[in-house]
């Protein structure tokens, strides 16, 4: 019964939610703009993480999984983008990162019962390498 709840509160959630992670990837991009090179580091693991968390909840309330899909296809861009700017420790990473996303997006489109745990893990993993780049700093 709490599940068919949670299930029922996602999907009548789900257009405030997205638009909410929208608004505060607009709101990085406007910053990035005007960010120094360790910030704008900062802000594309926040656009990685909020990619992520859009994903995780198109993968909560999409039957098809297309949707979530693409979000992950959003999020492999953007650490495909930052290799070139990557060191030799960053680069391995971020090649790992992308391999991930890749599963995970596998996984969503067979409609696999361990997406979600991929997708979580993936947001768990995500957060730990922006909290490793600032302790490294």
């Known amino acids: 019964m ?11 959630n789900k257009a405030a939610a997205l638009h909410s992670l929208d608004e505060a990837r607009a709101n990085l991009d406007e910053a990035m703009r005007s960010a120094d090179q360790v910030t704008r580091a900062r802000i594309v693991g926040l656009k990685l993480q909020v990619d992520l968390l859009k994903a995780n909840l198109a993968a909560k309330t999409d039957a098809t999984g297309k949707q979530a899909a693409t979000y992950l296809d959003e999020s492999n861009a953007w650490y495909d983008s930052l290799k070139p700017q990557a ?3 960053w680069d391995k990473e971020l090649t ?3 391999t991930r996303i890749d599963g995970a997006k596998q996984a969503v489109e ?3 019962k361990q997406a979600r745990a991929k997708l979580a893990e993936l947001l768990e993993r995500a957060a730990a390498m922006l909290k490793d780049e600032e302790s490294a700093k």
């Not at 709490?2 to 009548?12: G, M, N, V, Y």
Request: no cysteine; proline share 0%; net charge positive.
């Open 110 to 112: 067979r409609k696999d």
């Open 2 to 12: 709490l599940q068919a709840r949670t299930e029922l509160w996602l999907e009548r």
């Open 87 to 89: 060191s030799q420790r």
């Open 96 to 98: 790992d990162m992308s």
